[in-house]
């Protein structure tokens, strides 16, 4: 299993906002930004959101992040067909001299 | 605009050696302030990051594949390369190289990916 948790899958409707968890501990979400990722079936994972709550260049701001303590949201609005993906977040794990760790994904669906 | 390219062997039996290339094009793997990466991804399942190189040369690596990873960096073919030693059939997966914009996960830049897969 992840070491950070996320919910296998989400679903939403299209226009309407959806917001995606990530759970971890103090050694990653509690004292590390987070990253999200969108995954299309096959290819390669996309960047989304990068150091907790910063778009990269020409991510809508529709894509949003944030953290509270040991857990970090993505969230979604203005749902459109095409966001319908897996989605994975990541982020820096202080234990065991350090290395990056990924949620399980999360299965969107846009009913 | 920076792009990145695996290439390496695709079909291997357990015990092998698996040797991977990540050519960086548009760009170069000795630009400050990034760090190299490789990640993997079974079939149908989630991904795992394997381990990364600076352009210092120095490495952090999986806890969990520390024992069998080596990530090295040629600077003169603009390449980073990994190889993983004993595979099994649990080590098929694509494998990925990005490059991290914060050292911290943050991976901006992917190569499109390879299948590597472990078989008797």
């Known amino acids: 299993q992840s070491v950070l948790t996320q919910p296998p899958s989400a679903s939403a409707t299209p226009g309407q906002r959806v917001t995606i968890s990530c759970s971890g501990s103090?050694?990653?979400?509690?004292?590390?930004?987070v990253n999200w990722y969108r995954q299309l079936p096959g290819t390669a994972p996309k960047l989304l959101i990068y150091s907790t709550n910063q778009r990269p260049s020409g991510v809508p701001d529709r894509f949003s992040g944030s953290k509270s303590g040991t857990s970090a949201s993505l969230a979604i609005s203005g749902l459109q067909s095409e966001d319908e993906a897996d989605y994975y977040c990541?982020?820096?794990?202080?234990?065991?001299?350090?290395?990056?760790?990924f949620g399980g994904g999360t299965k969107l669906t846009v009913l | 605009q920076l792009q990145l390219q695996e290439s390496g062997s695709g079909l291997m039996n357990p015990l092998q050696t698996l040797s991977l290339t990540c050519a960086v094009g548009g760009g170069s793997v000795s630009s400050g302030g990034y760090s190299w990466s490789w990640i993997r991804q079974p079939p149908g399942k989630g991904l795992e990051w394997i381990g990364c190189i600076f352009q210092t040369g120095s490495t952090d690596y999986n806890p969990s594949l520390k024992s069998r990873v080596t990530i090295s960096l040629d600077t003169s073919k603009n390449q980073f390369s990994l190889k993983l030693t004993s595979i099994t059939a649990a080590d098929t997966a694509v494998y990925f190289c990005?490059?991290?914009?914060?050292?911290?996960?943050?991976?901006?830049?992917w190569g499109q990916g390879t299948m590597v897969t472990v078989s008797s």
């Open positions: 990005a490059r991290d914009r914060s050292g911290l996960g943050a991976f901006d830049i």
């Open positions: 103090s050694s990653n979400i509690g004292s590390n930004p």
């Open positions: 990541a982020a820096w794990d202080d234990s065991l001299n350090g290395h990056v760790v």
